[in-house]
């Protein structure tokens, strides 16, 4: 798929030596940067929930498809 990941490094647009770190010495074509996303369940009910987990839990249990499911991994929602 061509998508190289990094880690460990600070963005610096501004600096070249970021840009080659990165496998881009002649800088990315565009840039699209995401802050502040905050992921909202509190719509879910709580059956679908996971009490414990990264951040305190309340992650949406999903099966391998994506759906969403129970606690128990019975199917919650159809597509």
Do not use: R
């Amino acid at each position: 798929n061509g998508i190289k990941q990094f880690y460990g490094l600070k963005y610096a647009p501004d600096d070249n030596e970021f840009w080659t770190k990165i496998k881009l010495p002649n800088k990315a074509d565009k840039e699209y940067v995401c802050i502040g996303v905050k992921a909202s369940n509190y719509f879910m009910p709580p059956e679908t929930l996971s009490e414990k987990g990264p951040g305190g839990g309340g992650w949406i249990h999903m099966d391998m498809t994506l759906a969403v499911c129970t606690k128990d991994m019975k199917l919650w929602s159809k597509d």
